[in-house]
């Protein structure tokens, strides 16, 4: 956009105002191309033309003459500080010159860019960038492109200067520019994705699923750029790998970092082009020593070693610099890791090769760790004299990081475990006071987990579980010791299990501690107290894992204004954290002050979180507000829980747990598996999959009293999710004639902590037609004809005549748009059609509508965007599972997401049954929730009626028509019989109200 020109005076001459003009315009536009020399001539003829027609602009000239001359002297080394100086003057004096805003906020552009490029000055660059964002909003036309740079950098200073949320708000705005911008900057937008998935990494608010969003938002727009950056392209690629990596993800980690090495080795030229520097082998050897790290990760020691030998070549070959030698030097040490443990020796030679390499260099950042490393191999191999000395050597180090001191002190302790010394307790001590200070006028002797306060850093629970190990491998012995180290763990990993996925490597973390105290409680070794901190120790973390998925799934379809809300306080405290740890660093009184604006932002988020009224927002009040007592009052839960090896059941009655452990649950595995392909194989005898029955509840429930207990819980895990526990047989009977069971994926889920408004009897029913579709050979149901359901077709029609508000939609009208469209005032959503469950990829899990429009299959993401506010939803679907029966994660996932959408009962099918027995099934349990029967016990008695209407076929008997059916989350009824009962009450008053009134009529005419 052009220029408008700062005229402030009357100018009494046309043609003088446009010939000092024309000049000054020329000297602008050289300006903004930062050709300051080129200018310099100009602005001297505007003031030449001025001095003689027009002197009263003469001192507003002057002024940007000298910050010309001034901007000139910015990239000369021996001016730049005296001419930065003067142009810090100039700029005030400009502005209170009544320059207009189109001049001054590209004054302040070039100030902010002089700070940053020039002088080094963050403080600087932050002050000047804001200036430019305030006079350029109060321009009378906006240059967006300009603009959205400007924003750009705007959030990348205030990500480096610790203002995080403020980093997330303007790179936001600077995406909100975009679509006005006519052809387009695709290449700053794919930039600032990617700066904004830097904000949300590990090292700053850390938020990894917020980070996934715009890395692939990143990726997605540079792939649809004909010319991408593609230094910033190939970026992309690996921080994918690296988050992924993270994740414990390796695969993905490693075909992420092919893709950029793939990227790089076909654009090498382009990628030069859009970097600064010089390249040279700094990609080469950075792809190489990512894979090596996830080599090393994942065991594949011939891989890692053939790219190690591929780095040595690029070394041996070439003149690397600092950087480049880095690599190398990290690759030593991850090598070097490899063989700790396994080859000691080995481990030992690759640390001191690469020493040697470090040594090279003139930043010495890896040092530290080599060291570490190899007192670690000195402490195994119990040459505990070598350890001391390079512990003597590494603590006389000044700015020793908060990771490395805790290291420092973890080895120490290792090293008075190995010489069974006292001075074991006092190390510990000072490990505690490193995680908090508020920690150092506790003894690790009488400690308690009330008295333990937490770092802030999720991994620091590893410096506690080393202790554990280290303790574990030495003569020490102080159980009284280990427990305590064990109870404060447990609280380091709940206190900072924030907005994490339980991946790979956190699941180990919380396997470990999870192991120990299941075993301590199976053999009854825990206090009532540490057994109810335990549990809902497993209970905070279940539900913050699905507070988690629920909203990086949001994320990824229709938001509201809640889950903006729930962002915001997502990112706020992540904010204060990171302040926290920035202030531990270095105390500020500045810091300080942010953290207690963040607190007072984050009071406020929560507050109208807490006036949203939508299902997501009370799921995570009571993530905060309820425990594990106040859900299991009167009520017979059976929890399975499998940790490490073993399988554990836990037995909520009223007020009591019982913690027992069943075994090993490799054994247990085969035995489910095998019960389940007999079941689904209507030729294999009722006898023999009885005998089965019997066998496997012996396994999980032989010590239950099942049959005195009306009504049972039972939360799966892993391959149980598969399992109807209805179809176990004790006493020669199934359990459905015992007891009535239902299912929840978590604690929580059993009693939803809100009430759906629509307790009505309003029923919408789908059953689409496929013209085209048909399963794949995985995917493949055996209920009815693939491409036309005509039992479900029937299955509706039959539903809907038991309702007078019944909306059915069938054949073509049964469309996935239809079912998004839909009024959330339905009390029960009824879907019969086919639906897939994908164990190895939940994500992929989806229902199937008819496929008349192009987009038909909704996916698991999709369902937890709605905002259904149901009763309850029926799958009565075509219900097939991709691959083996393996973790359950499809069935969960499910589930999860229609809990997600606000609807709190799920009833499914775990395989595909026939159409006749799914529909006189389903007809059967809606006459049942009709009359006032809670779910559980409408799908009990709608089996039993099954069982009892098949005696003449006894083949129907069969467990594979009936068994398949449960119903999971809140069974409470639809319909209450209570309620009926009124109605019929008032029902009979009204009619005998009526006959008395017409009695006395036909009195009164008798009269």
Known sequence: MSILLICFCSFHSVFSQATWQSYTEKADSLQLKFKFKEAIEPREKAIEFAQTQQKDTLAFLNLLLEMSKNELATSNAELKSDAYKNLKKQVLELETSGAKPERLYQAYRRMYIFAHNYMRSMTDTDKYVAKSIEQHYKCQEIDSIVLMKTLHTSGVVSRVVGRLNKSVSVLKQAEALYPQIEFGNANNMASIYLDLALVYSYEFLNIPSKRLEYLKKSEAMFKSIEDPNMDYFIGVYTNLSDYEELEGNYKKAENYLKKAMQLYKDNADLAQQSRRGKIGFKRDLQF??????????????????????????????NTLDDIETDFIATAYLNVASFYRSKNNDKALAYLNKGLEFHKKLSFKNLEDQFIIEKIKIYIDEKQDAEAEKLLAKIETQDNLGPSLEKEILVSHIALSFNNNKKEVYTDINKLLEAFS??????????????????????????????????????????????????????KQFESNFNHEFLNEKLEKIYDKISVYFFDKASNNQLSQAEESLFLNFTETIEAKYLLNTFIANRSQSNKTETDKLIHDEQRIRSNITYLKKKNILKKSDSIQKLVFEENLKLEAVQNQIKQQDFYISKVINATHSRNQKELTINRYIIKYRIVDEDIFRIIYDNNTVQITKLGNYASLKPQVTNLLSKVKDIQAPVADIKKQSEALYNMLLQDVEVGSKNNIYIIPDGILHYLPFELLVSNNDYLLNQTKISYASVLSFIDSPIKVKNKNDKIALFAPSYNLYAPTETQLAVRGEPYYLAGAIKEVQSISKLFENSVVYTHNEASKAAFQELSNNYSILHLSMHSFLNDQDSELSSLVFSDTDKDFELYISELYGLNLNANMVVLSACNTGVGELKTGKGIVSMNTAFTAAGVPSVLSSLWSVPDNATQQIMVSFYKHLKDGNDKAEALKKAKQDFLNSSKEVMSLKHPYYWAGFVVSGDISPIVDQEGHTVWYVVSSIGILLILVVLYRKRKKLAA
């Open 437 to 490: 200070e508020d920690n150092k006028d506790f003894d690790i002797k009488t400690m308690t987990y009330q008295d333990f306060t937490p770092s802030l850093v999720l991994n620091d629970v590893k410096f506690l579980l080393d202790i554990i190990e280290n303790q574990e491998a030495s003569s020490f012995k102080d159980d009284g010791l280990k427990h305590t180290i064990y109870q404060i763990a447990l």
């Open 288 to 317: 190489r020593a990512s894979l090596i790290k996830i080599y090393r990760e994942t065991n594949q020691e011939e891989l890692m070693l053939a790219l190690f030998d591929e780095m040595k070549t690029i070394n041996s070959e």
